[in-house]
């Protein structure tokens, strides 16, 4: 079993930046790789960002340039580093690890305001 557990969310004026962790535990050796999404009101969960155990990484169109997925693997923590914030980017913020058996564990999630 793995659990993610999500920290770092807050409010923040628009062109503001936050850094979300994302901390693993359990079988950390069973993660392919881990992703960021997030939910808005009235909105489907997209997915943000993803970062490979070869620390290659995938951002959605819409934060490209703007958000920076890491990891740190002797914390078992994956970090997403949001600048020049957007109202549009208020959301649930959640964290997940997909497995390589297929399955995913997800965290509680975090939550990020940003206002104009």
């Known amino acids: 079993q793995v659990q993610v557990a999500e920290s770092g969310g807050g409010l923040v004026q628009t062109g503001g930046s936050l850094r979300l962790s994302c901390a693993a535990s359990?079988?950390?050796?069973?993660?392919?790789?881990m992703d960021w999404y997030r939910q808005a009101p009235g909105k489907e969960r997209e997915l943000v960002a993803r970062?490979?155990?070869?620390?290659?990484?995938n951002y959605a169109d819409s934060v490209k340039g703007r958000f920076t997925i890491s990891r740190d693997n002797a914390k078992n923590t994956v970090y997403l580093q949001m600048d020049s914030l957007k109202p549009e980017d208020t959301g649930v913020y959640l964290c997940t690890a997909m497995l390589y058996r297929g399955s995913r564990s997800w965290g509680q999630g975090t939550q990020v305001t940003v206002f104009s």
């Open positions: 359990g079988s950390i050796s069973r993660i392919n790789f």
């Open positions: 970062i490979f155990n070869d620390g290659s990484t």
